[in-house]
């Protein structure tokens, strides 16, 4: 069965710290992964995208097929992206594609 | 991208009632996605709603419970049927849209339900 994994539900780091949220997940089809991301009375907002191979707000995450991972990094973590961030993989099932979400982690920077 | 709305944008209402939400877009998609998220869980899809054809429900949600409407390509309701505390969640509208050359979902604000 299709399921994403967020292990971390709390992180907590200082301002300048690298930053490393890790999702992992399971799928026998080929994988589709995004990062999603939701600020204080924010609505959720697509962070990034594994095919898109971007770096957004110095964000980057890579897919890892072998280790089925999409863990996301940031070098030097600002106050602002503390936030709630949820892992995501889209499956193809019964015909139709669709979502399947982590139950996210909700990153702290102190400042 | 898409810009959604939904009405109301939080509730409380009593065991037993019912509610319906209300999600509109500013532009015309074809697939609309009802989730709920509960508190502290991560996102559940409930259905997705076509327009002009019966809404696709996911494992463990029945037509019964959340009845959807879908009668035009902007538009889409969610009904919670019968309510009870367990279905105090925030309920999302989310639909499919284009964002440079990719597709991506946009969510909507929420609707915080809490039933007594």
């Known amino acids: 069965a299709q399921r994403v994994t967020q292990p971390e539900k709390l992180l907590s780091v200082f301002k300048g710290a690298p930053v490393e949220l890790k999702c992992n997940y399971s799928?026998?089809?080929?994988?589709?992964l995004f990062w999603y991301v939701q600020y204080s009375r924010q609505r959720l907002q697509l962070l990034l995208r594994h095919i898109s191979r971007e770096s957004i707000k110095g964000f980057t995450a890579d897919l890892n097929k072998g280790e089925t991972s999409f863990h996301l990094k940031k070098p030097f973590a600002q106050e602002e992206d503390s936030a709630m961030y949820y892992c995501a993989l889209r499956v193809l099932q019964g015909g139709s594609e669709k979502l399947v979400f982590g139950k996210g982690t909700k990153l702290t920077v102190n400042p | 991208s898409a810009v959604i709305s939904q009405k109301p944008s939080r509730d409380i209402c009593q065991r037993g009632t019912s509610l319906t939400i209300q999600c509109q877009v500013d532009?015309?998609?074809?697939?609309m996605f009802w989730y709920r998220q509960q508190p502290g869980q991560s996102l559940t899809l409930i259905a997705t709603?076509?327009?002009?054809?019966?809404?696709?429900?996911e494992s463990g949600f029945v037509i019964d419970k959340f009845p959807i409407s879908r009668p035009n390509l902007t538009f889409s309701t969610l009904t919670v049927s019968n309510m009870s505390p367990e279905d105090s969640s925030i309920y999302l509208c989310?639909?499919?849209?284009?964002?440079?050359?990719?597709?991506?979902?946009?969510f909507g604000p929420g609707t915080r339900l809490t039933v007594l």
């Open positions: 709603a076509n327009q002009g054809s019966e809404a696709t429900y």
């Open positions: 532009s015309q998609v074809t697939m």
């Open positions: 989310s639909v499919e849209g284009w964002r440079e050359v990719y597709n991506e979902q946009f």
């Open positions: 799928y026998s089809g080929s994988p589709e």
